[in-house]
């Protein structure tokens, strides 16, 4: 992961991801595949939704401030920072090399940063994003179809 700071608007960021595995072994149990969706894949997939032994990702993420370095109290939370971003991932996950097709996804993302309870650092973040794609999958012999839809995401980290 590599973080930017663009010139061309104060403290406007990007960040680009990369991630990528391979099982040399194609006929392994299923347990032991990569799954390149949801949190920690293509957000716009569920995490299951996309597997293999192989897998690749591409992330790219521009993040804008909206508040920085304030004080503004809300209850049991006090709120410093906030930043608003916007993301596109391509990616996927395979086992053989036939029927490979890179999958992707776009998503808006808002993060909130500050101290709860007084003095307890708290992170809130709150991610939409879909699935450009439709794709199908056959599972226990049922087709299963993906994408296209919309995917919540909320994450709270207390003392980081």
């Given at each position: 992961?590599?973080?930017?700071?663009?010139?061309?608007?104060?403290?406007?960021?990007?960040?680009?991801?990369?991630?990528?595995?391979?099982?040399?072994?194609?006929?392994?149990?299923?347990?032991?595949?990569?799954?390149?969706?949801?949190?920690?894949?293509?957000?716009?997939?569920?995490?299951?939704?996309?597997?293999?032994?192989?897998?690749?990702?591409?992330?790219?993420?521009?993040?804008?401030?909206?508040?920085?370095?304030?004080?503004?109290?809300?209850?049991?939370?006090?709120?410093?920072?906030?930043?608003?971003?916007?993301?596109?991932?391509?990616?996927?996950?395979?086992?053989?090399?036939?029927?490979?097709?890179?999958?992707?996804?776009?998503?808006?993302?808002?993060?909130?940063?500050?101290?709860?309870?007084?003095?307890?650092?708290?992170?809130?973040?709150?991610?939409?994003?879909q699935g450009l794609d439709r794709f199908q999958r056959q599972i226990n012999n049922k087709s299963v179809t993906y994408g296209k839809e919309q995917r919540f995401y909320l994450t709270i980290l207390f003392g980081f």
């Open positions: 992961t590599y973080h930017y700071e663009l010139p061309w608007v104060e403290r406007l960021t990007t960040s680009i991801h990369m991630n990528g595995g391979y099982i040399t072994n194609t006929e392994v149990d299923s347990f032991f595949h990569f799954f390149n969706g949801g949190m920690s894949g293509l957000k716009g997939y569920p995490f299951y939704g996309i597997e293999g032994t192989k897998t690749a990702l591409f992330d790219l993420t521009f993040r804008l401030p909206l508040l920085r370095e304030k004080h503004i109290k809300l209850g049991w939370f006090i709120m410093q920072n906030s930043v608003i971003g916007a993301i596109f991932q391509l990616g996927d996950a395979w086992r053989h090399d036939v029927n490979h097709d890179w999958k992707k996804s776009i998503g808006v993302q808002w993060r909130v940063n500050g101290f709860s309870f007084y003095n307890f650092p708290t992170a809130i973040g709150l991610e939409l994003h």
